[in-house]
């Protein structure tokens, strides 16, 4: 049973900085991508920031420039440097971890709220 548990979450003021973790245990031959997504009240979950195990990233628009997805040194580990936060930022972010089968798994979350 592959279970991805996310860490890090928290307040914040607007302009302050935080790290989330991701670390996936159980039986996982080998990912193709891991990634952040984050769900914001009333509205759809979304891409935040995703990494491949080649270490190729990808960020939505709006995170560009203040956040930073990488891969730690722990197999199957990614984090997300969050600096610069904004109010928009507040949401539940998710952990992903994409198999080359196809197959995704999913994180509970951890909530980010930043005040203004």
């Known amino acids: 049973q592959v279970q991805l548990v996310e860490s890090g979450g928290g307040l914040v003021q607007a302009g302050g900085s935080l790290r989330l973790s991701c670390a996936a245990s159980?039986?996982?031959?080998?990912?193709?991508?891991m990634g952040w997504y984050r769900q914001a009240p009333g509205k759809q979950r979304e891409l935040v920031a995703t990494i491949t195990n080649g270490d190729r990233t990808n960020y939505a628009d709006s995170v560009k420039g203040r956040f930073t997805v990488s891969r730690g040194d722990a197999e199957n580990t990614v984090y997300l440097q969050m600096d610069s936060l904004k109010p928009e930022d507040a949401a539940v972010y998710y952990c992903?971890?994409?198999?080359?089968?196809?197959?995704?798994?999913w994180g509970k979350g951890t909530l980010v709220t930043v005040s203004s």
């Open positions: 159980g039986i996982i031959i080998s990912y193709n991508v």
């Open positions: 992903k971890l994409e198999r080359f089968d196809g197959v995704n798994y």
